[in-house]
């Protein structure tokens, strides 16, 4: 069965922090995205990979960066978490830049 | 601007009711249509449609796309209070870039 995990699925922070949201999948796919997603606001691309070491910025790239060491793994980094950036965050994965596979979840608290 | 539109933004029916979710869309270079449903945290496939006029079925859920007038629906009959969760729309664009639609929050009473 595919599988992407995130490694928290509730977090809180204080403002100012830097803040790691990891993301594993198993299935060997080429192409991974961290999207945001707020009441009223749906989902929103943060950034996404199409390869390792590659990232292209989303729609809201602000305040957020990436990193993909490894196929398997796409981390989301939050530099100098804000308030603003208390969010529930979603990792997905695709094979074909489709069908996307969607992790639990981070539910994120900024304080 | 490229827009996915859901409607309603929010339902509540009787179990055993059935619903229509719309999904209505303008984007340049349409490429497919996808359903999601989130239950808790993690949104989980049901359906990808491309072409028009072609139903495609799981169980009591389905789903079709019309392109020429631009939306999809997608159909639960003999709803069930499983099926409370938020359904999402999602259109794929020639470029692969996804767009969201901010997805119809349904509620099954018993």
């Known amino acids: 069965d595919v599988k992407v995990t995130q490694s928290s699925r509730y977090l809180v922070k204080r403002t100012g922090e830097k803040v790691f949201l990891e993301c594993v999948q198993d299935m060997d796919h080429e192409n991974m995205f961290w999207y945001r997603q707020d009441p009223g606001l749906g989902l929103r691309l943060i950034y996404f990979s199409y390869d390792v070491k590659m990232k292209e910025k989303g729609d809201i790239p602000e305040g957020y960066s990436v990193s993909r060491e490894k196929k398997e793994r796409f981390s989301l980094i939050l530099e100098s978490a804000s308030t603003n950036q208390t969010s529930m965050y979603l990792c997905a994965s695709s094979a074909n830049r489709e069908k996307l596979f969607f992790g639990s979840g981070t539910q994120l608290s900024v304080l | 601007e490229d827009k996915v539109v859901q409607s309603p933004l929010s339902l509540v029916v009787h179990e055993g009711d059935t619903v229509t979710l719309n999904c209505s869309y303008e984007?340049?270079?349409?490429?497919?249509l996808l359903w999601y449903k989130q239950e808790k945290k993690a949104p989980t496939f049901l359906f990808m449609l491309?072409?028009?006029?072609i139903e495609k079925k799981s169980g009591r859920l389905s789903s079709i796309l019309d392109k020429k007038e631009l939306f999809s629906i997608l159909n639960i009959t003999a709803t069930q209070t499983g099926d409370s969760a938020i359904y999402l729309c999602a259109v794929v664009k020639g470029d692969d870039k996804i767009i969201f639609g901010k997805g119809t929050r349904l509620h099954i009473l018993p």
């Open positions: 984007v340049t270079n349409f490429r497919s």
């Open positions: 491309t072409s028009s006029g």
